[in-house]
């Protein structure tokens, strides 16, 4: 809603964007819906194929979503030529929302995770989680929260991490990611371009490399290369943990034990 909303404020007319998973394809193009905003979507194809229903989402808030890497921007053309059954990543649909918006007139590009602003944005989660708990009388002694380029978990631990440090809490905050996109617990920690093209300013954070392209079967969401660089910053200096898990390993701890599904 803030980016929907300071764009229309500035004058833009239409805003093109990146999704992995979907939610944040959805989230902005309702948004868009409600200040009058065009808005065009590259999803990562693989998701595109796997969650119609994000799709059908976006759809009925009026946008506009193409497969990525699609033949609509000569960086989508390129992957294409390289590999026609390219899954895609959220590099690559980056890459090609900003050539969309670089060469379409009244466009903004406007993203959906890693990037400050928009952790910032998140942290309305915790702070609504903070006020829940007052008023429960209850403080958590964990705060877990998932990760895939960082803006949810910034969004949820970032105001705990706020009492962590002003107040001295001894809250023990752990940030949970994908072993299929491990940028966490095996990235390297330097300077990275945000997308596979290369065409964003460098970021500093835990990063896969930007030419990581996770493997389809990954049922997780984001399917991104590296770490919003303020979370990755709290991981250096120890204000958080992180740990990755195989995704079956989790479909057995929620479905039962490998021998109660045979």
Excluded at 48 to 61: A, G, S, V
Excluded at 116 to 141: F, Y
Aim: aromatic share 8%; charged share 20%; net charge positive.
């Amino acid at each position: 809603m803030p980016q929907a909303f300071y764009n229309k404020e500035a004058g833009t007319q239409r805003l093109a964007t990146e999704t992995g998973a979907g939610q944040w394809g959805a989230s902005l193009a309702f948004a868009c819906s409600q200040f009058g905003l065009e808005c065009n979507v590259y999803m990562v194809k693989v998701s595109y194929d796997q969650k119609p229903y994000r799709r059908m989402l976006m759809h009925t808030w009026g946008a506009t979503v193409h497969a990525s890497p699609s033949n609509l921007t000569e960086f989508g053309r390129k992957m294409q030529a390289a590999d026609p059954h390219c899954a895609g990543s959220l590099g690559i649909a980056i890459s090609e929302a900003i050539e969309d918006t670089v060469k379409t007139p009244h466009t903004k590009y406007s993203l959906g995770s890693v990037l400050n602003h928009v952790c910032l944005h998140q942290t309305v989660i915790g702070e609504e989680s903070i006020r829940q708990m007052e008023k429960a009388g209850e403080e958590p002694d964990v705060i877990f929260g998932c990760c895939g380029g960082g803006s949810n978990f910034a969004g949820l631990a970032f105001p705990f991490m706020r009492r962590k440090i002003k107040e001295g809490k001894k809250y023990r905050i752990v940030g949970v990611e994908p072993s299929a996109c491990p940028s966490l617990t095996q990235g390297e920690l330097r300077y990275d371009f945000g997308d596979t093209a290369a065409t964003t300013p460098l970021l500093k954070m835990y990063t896969l490399g930007h030419d990581f392209i996770p493997p389809s079967i990954h049922a997780g969401g984001l399917r991104y290369h590296g770490m919003s660089p303020m979370v990755s910053h709290a991981l250096k200096l120890g204000l958080m943990e992180a740990q990755a898990y195989h995704q079956t390993r989790v479909f057995e701890r929620r479905c039962g034990s490998p021998a109660r599904k045979a």
